[in-house]
């Protein structure tokens, strides 16, 4: 079965950084797209990148452009979202996606909280 399981998650100060790791197994990783969705208390869920299978070409939401870069290495079965110049209000638990099929698998989340 398929099964998405963030880390990296924690508390940093504004303007810090921080790297989640998504491993992923029981599918072919390097055939699907991959992604990282964040919700934060009260707001729903929204995408933060996604990166493509072959092309590996991919898109970002506005609020994170040239501040997060997703990225995957597909002998780890991992996909990475490396966030830089964090903002009190990246603080959401962020999760990892996969589209398999027009079906979207989700991890457990890992929470990020940016304070000082």
């Known amino acids: 079965q398929v099964q998405l399981v963030e880390s990296g998650g924690g508390l940093v100060q504004p303007g810090g950084s921080l790297r989640l790791s998504c491993a992923a197994s029981?599918?072919?990783?390097?055939?699907?797209?991959m992604g990282w969705y964040r919700q934060a208390p009260g707001k729903e869920r929204e995408l933060v990148a996604v990166l493509t299978s072959v092309a590996g070409s991919t898109n970002y939401a506005d609020s994170v452009k040239g501040r997060f870069t997703i990225s995957r290495d597909n002998a780890k079965n991992t996909v990475y979202l490396q966030m830089t110049s964090l903002k009190p209000e990246d603080t959401a638990v962020y999760y990892c996606?996969?589209?398999?099929?027009?079906?979207?698998?989700w991890g457990q989340g890992t929470q990020v909280t940016v304070s000082s």
């Open positions: 996606n996969a589209r398999i099929s027009s079906y979207g698998y």
């Open positions: 029981g599918f072919t990783f390097s055939s699907y797209r």
